[in-house]
């Protein structure tokens, strides 16, 4: 763990009302160590990307390393004022950048025909308090990043599952919540019903990061 994204990578714009929690850049680097295989044919996903940050790190690395980008990767954020940020932190890939959109959609989407086994890879930082967990700020838009407002951790898990492909890999940070009476990697388990496996991976700052792929392994 000790080879984990040690400095900054390089300075991201984000709103100044909610800044990005550093688990992020340890969840793309962590991702980026695991992953060994060519990734330059793989379609990706940031969801729930805000303004980036988790798959604009992972292609940092890619680039640093001198390691193949995704051949596509999209980047899911209800919230359209990130947008700006977004677009500021592409530039630094102007160079060299893959196929990248901003999907400006919440992530039910992630059901419909458009996705349906579209992805190889999702990288995912999503909220992780229920709207009876936690204390409520007064900023809507805080709100928005930390509670599940625009839909639910069933529709996140049901989206990941069915925009995956087949063989297809999911890494979500999933907070131990048992203290608040709620257990969600064993509810995203029961949600699944078999159809993938999901197990932790590794843990960043006291926060699991789960896998999610084939049932086969």
Aim: aromatic share 12%; proline share 5%; charged share 25%.
């Amino acid at each position: 763990m000790s080879s984990l994204n040690p400095h900054f990578t390089f300075s991201y714009s984000q709103p100044e009302e909610y800044r990005f929690s550093h688990d992020s850049v340890f969840l793309a680097r962590q991702v980026f160590e695991h992953l060994n295989e060519d990734l330059g044919t793989m379609t990706a996903l940031d969801l729930c990307s805000g303004c980036g940050i988790v798959g604009l790190d992972f292609l940092y690395h890619c680039k640093t390393a001198g390691r193949a980008y995704p051949a596509e990767f999209d980047f899911m954020e209800v919230q359209k004022v990130y947008l700006e940020h977004f677009k500021k932190n592409l530039e630094p890939f102007s160079d060299n950048v893959p196929t990248v959109s901003f999907v400006n959609q919440n992530y039910e989407a992630l059901q419909t025909t458009e996705f349906h086994n579209r992805y190889d890879l999702i990288l995912s930082n999503p909220p992780y308090f229920r709207i009876n967990q936690g204390k409520m700020s007064p900023s809507e838009f805080k709100n928005r990043c930390r509670f599940f407002i625009d839909s639910d951790f069933t529709n996140l898990i049901r989206g990941i599952d069915a925009s995956l492909k087949p063989e297809g890999r999911a890494f979500i940070l999933l907070r131990d919540l048992q203290d608040h009476g709620w257990n969600p990697l064993e509810e995203a388990r029961r949600l699944l019903n078999g159809r993938r496996e999901i197990k932790k991976v590794a843990d960043i700052r006291g926060t699991p990061l789960v896998l999610i792929n084939s049932s086969e392994g």
